[in-house]
């Protein structure tokens, strides 16, 4: 792989230096190729493992879904209707008459019934992590479900006291 014929007229003295500094430049060089050949084949062991970690837990996430199904009362319109997946907060003890404060990381637009698929807004979709370790945190009991209607006035417009199109999205969510 490195030896290539020599055209040039050297000493035998010349000669031997020039091989044994060829095979000092030449060892590393074809162990850098091997290097280089093995990386591009088989990631190194460490990303490896790591890339099998995450694949692991990601098979141990649960995907919930909520979706409503048309009942028979269809008198009022309940959409649009916000769901949200939700923690109380630890330090928030809910006082009589108040409700407790929750922590939530995003909410999905329900825009019509399962049987009315709109592309996108038919279904909520949630991954929680994996219920073993948030078990141990004791934030598995206190997941909870909340659904937000807005309600419009009678011109058919939302109140300044409801949700507005944007308002429950624009919010700063944090789990």
């Known amino acids: 792989m490195c030896r290539q014929p020599s055209t040039l007229e050297l000493s035998p003295d010349e000669q031997l230096a020039a091989e044994e500094t060829f095979k000092l430049y030449c060892k590393p060089v074809e162990l850098c190729n091997v290097i280089q050949k ?34 028979t009362n269809t008198d009022h319109n309940i959409f649009p209707l916000y769901v949200l ?40 979709t949630f991954t929680i992590p994996d219920v073993k370790n948030i078990a141990a945190t004791s934030r598995a009991c206190n997941l909870s479900i909340i659904l937000i209607r807005c309600v419009s006035d009678s011109e058919g417009q939302v109140g300044e006291n409801n949700c507005s199109g944007d308002h429950v999205e624009a919010s700063a969510l944090r789990i």
Not at 92 to 119: M, Q, V
Request: with cysteine; aromatic share 8%.
């Open 85 to 124: 997946l939700a923690t109380p907060t630890s330090d928030s003890i809910p006082l009589e008459g108040h409700s407790p404060i929750y922590r939530f990381s995003r909410a999905c637009l329900l825009t019509s019934f399962t049987e009315f698929a709109s592309k996108d807004h038919n279904k909520a």
């Open 38 to 71: 093995r990386a591009l084949d088989n990631p190194a062991f460490l990303q490896r493992c790591l890339h099998y970690m995450i694949q692991a837990n990601r098979k141990k996430r649960i995907q919930l879904t909520v979706s409503l199904s048309r009942g």
